[in-house]
């Protein structure tokens, strides 16, 4: 495939993620390969169902969950997806998430998805937000950044 053309497939790929829906997950068959690999901070699986149980989680945890693509860059047969993804853990004291990341997307000769690697930083992002485990991912953050006299 020409970069062109994975560059098409990229922005479709971005396009299906930014209008996800529980009725939308059956594209990923076309999408996809059957054996596409995903990965973030908390999962590494292969396969289109394993794919689709991803989001289908997502959509029982969480409501109104969105992505909006900030940016696309395509290298050879790879492209990297500059993301934000926002929504509300379900329940009545229901959080809101915001994360920005990005998603490096590999695409086989066919033009379907290979590996869909997100990478985000859990630690400040998220795991801080927590009320227990957030203390102490806080006072983490500042042992280990630098002090306020040593910056330019």
């Known amino acids: 495939m020409s970069s062109a053309d994975i560059a098409a497939r990229a922005a479709e790929y971005g396009r ?19 054996d596409v690999r995903f990965t973030d901070p908390f999962n590494d699986l292969t396969g289109i169902a394993a794919l689709r ?16 693509i900030d940016d696309i860059a395509v290298s050879g047969n790879t492209a990297y997806f500059k993301w ?3 929504a509300r853990t379900k329940g009545r004291s229901g959080m809101a998430v915001r994360l920005v990341g990005m998603t490096e997307a590999h695409f086989d000769m066919a033009g379907r998805v290979v590996a869909h690697l997100d990478h985000w930083d859990a630690a400040s992002q998220l795991y801080s937000r927590l009320p227990v ?8 953050g500042r042992r280990f950044a630098l002090p306020a006299w040593a910056r330019p």
Do not use: K, N, Q
């Not at 209008?19 to 996809?32: A, V």
């Not at 029982?60 to 909006?68: C, I, K, N, R, T």
């Not at 485990?133 to 983490?140: A, K, N, Q, T």
């Open 16 to 34: 299906f993620h930014e209008t996800l829906t529980p009725e939308s997950l059956g594209d990923l068959d076309r999408l996809c390969a059957p």
């Open 53 to 68: 149980g991803i989001y289908e989680h997502m959509y029982a945890v969480l409501d109104g969950p969105a992505f909006v």
């Open 84 to 86: 934000t993804f926002t």
């Open 133 to 140: 485990i957030g203390g102490l991912f806080r006072w983490l």
